[in-house]
């Protein structure tokens, strides 16, 4: 059974009553997509970190990544949600076996913006990069984001970026799964995790994981029941090494929610085991 695997959550934000308010109440633009996914009730209270641990305890999740998100706003060209280190530090610190910081990545600060991820990295211990392209106006594989790729080869960390539409009003052409393959190609050691499932582009999303070993798919952002078939059957068959879980929480689902519908896609124990747990550790080096 699913409650035996304890759950690494690869794709999270914060979600404490402070984040919420500080990015999320005070955008027009953000309260826009919370009403459009029905989730303000969510926004409007938020958790204190003992009570998510709890909720984690409840879904059989061991542990929470949460990106240092830095969502640029295409409409207004400025930042709507620009989290600080020290934010998802001190989240961490509570439950430090339990928190695991990905380091936020803001093309347009350049360097400043590529020692800042050092400082995550080496200092704060984020295991990964997270890369949220659509805002930005500029698609992945631009050379604004190489030396942000060129520091994570570097450091051996992982870079994770959202793929597939845009829930927000961005354009959604810059999460075509197709840009990472420039990236893949230039950075062969660089490891590249493209979530959100790629939708509507899944097919070149598992495209890029079969043809390069260092791309992985998340499968996070939509409920297991309306994955696309061609992904399930990448999961269940050669894809079972490239396929990370993840809920994109906690703003949209709970991982109670996931883990109970993946118990009905008839996964075979071992293949679970992989996609719940293993495959997340390998490529975080945990």
């Not at 800042?116 to 990295?121: M, N, T």
């Not at 970026?161 to 990236?183: C, F, T």
């Amino acid at each position: 059974m699913t409650e035996k695997i304890k759950a690494i959550d690869f794709m999270g934000y914060l979600f404490t009553k402070e984040y919420f308010s500080k990015y999320w109440l005070t955008s027009p633009e953000l309260m826009k997509v919370a009403s459009w996914w029905k989730f303000e009730d969510i926004i409007k209270k938020g958790w204190s970190v003992d009570a998510f641990v709890e909720l984690m305890d409840r879904a059989g999740v061991e542990k929470h990544c949460m990106a240092q998100l830095k969502m640029y706003s295409y409409q207004h060209k400025k930042l709507i949600v620009d989290v600080k280190i020290d934010e998802v530090a001190k989240v961490i610190e509570r439950h430090p076996d339990r928190f695991i910081g990905f380091a936020g990545i803001n093309p347009f600060r350049k360097m400043e913006g590529v020692r800042e991820l050092e400082v995550a990295i080496k200092d704060f211990g984020f295991k990964a990069a997270y890369l949220h392209v659509y805002g930005f106006g500029i698609p992945p594989n631009h050379r604004l984001f190489y030396p942000f790729y060129a520091k994570c080869a570097e450091l051996g960390v992982p870079v994770s970026m959202q793929v597939g539409h845009s829930a927000e009003l961005m354009p959604s052409e810059l999460g075509r799964p197709i840009y990472m393959d420039d990236v893949a190609l230039d950075f062969p050691e660089l490891t590249l995790i493209g979530s959100h499932t790629g939708w509507p582009w899944a097919e070149e999303l598992i495209a890029l994981a079969w043809k390069h070993s260092n791309v992985y798919i998340c499968m996070d952002a939509h409920l297991p029941r309306y994955w696309d078939s061609s992904l399930v059957a990448f999961l269940k068959g050669r894809g079972q090494d490239k396929v990370l879980f993840g809920t994109n929480g906690p703003l949209i689902f709970l991982a109670e929610d996931f883990l109970k519908q993946i118990e009905d896609l008839g996964l075979k124990e071992s293949v679970k085991r992989k996609f719940l747990r293993e495959n997340a550790i390998k490529v975080l080096n945990l």
